[in-house]
């Protein structure tokens, strides 16, 4: 099974800051890797298909890069809304694996 | 508008077996596959396997084989999950999210609302 390893597991920071969160396969997984966003007791939404194309409706705001095993979301401008728990996962092959998730926290 | 229903919480014992479905809406159910998801609490994501578009091939992660069976009814737009023999550690949230299994392009892009699923005696 492929491992997905997201980090860090958790971070703080302030509304209109700029973050960065890594997700590092341990395979090449070409750029078959998407984002998510779940807030709690909701489902997770989808933000990133194939490491960098944004969803309809997702705020420019976030972007995704990487190819290969090394992959990352940024969020420029920290707005309210986006804290919460992120998470990748990988579609190259099943198991479609998940990270553990990153935790983003309100400074 | 395009959605995904699952029902409502289970409370079972140990040994018991659960089935969860997920009713879909808004789109051709035939033209995705389902995937199941689990949340324990507290925890992350772990995927579980799923029932492709077109043919309902199956694919299954390692660790349920032998525990779990994804079905389909095409009829009536709805997807089932059943575990069987349900430990503790099987306390969760169940998900079923759509997905294209033949397009690796595709995120998860619609979810269900969850189904909390509790194993206690």
């Known amino acids: 099974d492929i491992q997905m390893t997201q980090s860090p597991s958790s971070l703080s920071a302030s509304v209109g800051d700029t973050i960065t969160i890594t997700c590092r396969a341990s395979?090449?997984?070409?750029?078959?890797l998407n984002w998510y966003q779940q807030k709690p007791g909701t489902a997770p939404k989808l933000l990133i298909s194939?490491?960098?194309t944004l969803q309809s409706g997702v705020p420019s705001r976030f972007s995704g890069s990487g190819s290969g095993t090394d992959f990352t979301l940024t969020v420029n401008s920290l707005q309210p809304e986006d804290f919460a728990t992120y998470y990748c996962?990988?579609?190259?092959?099943?198991?479609?694996?998940f990270g553990q998730g990153t935790r983003l926290e309100i400074k | 508008q395009v959605q995904l229903v699952q029902s409502g919480a289970e409370v079972k014992e140990p040994g018991a077996s659960v089935r969860v479905s997920c009713k879909a809406s808004g789109y051709i159910f035939t033209t995705y596959g389902i995937s199941w998801v689990r949340q324990a609490p507290g925890q992350g994501l772990e995927w579980m396997g799923w029932i492709s578009n077109f043919n309902g091939q199956r694919t299954y992660a390692q660790k349920f084989q032998g525990r779990v069976t994804m079905t389909k009814d095409t009829s009536t737009s709805t997807a089932y999950m059943d575990l069987t023999s349900l430990r503790s550690d099987d306390t969760a949230v169940y998900y079923c999210?759509?997905?294209?299994?033949?397009?690796?392009?595709?995120?998860?892009?619609?979810w269900g609302q969850g189904t909390m699923v509790t194993v206690s005696s």
């Open positions: 996962q990988q579609r190259y092959s099943p198991p479609n694996t």
């Open positions: 194939i490491a960098s």
């Open positions: 395979q090449s997984i070409d750029t078959y």
């Open positions: 999210a759509r997905v294209n299994t033949y397009n690796r392009q595709d995120g998860f892009d619609v």
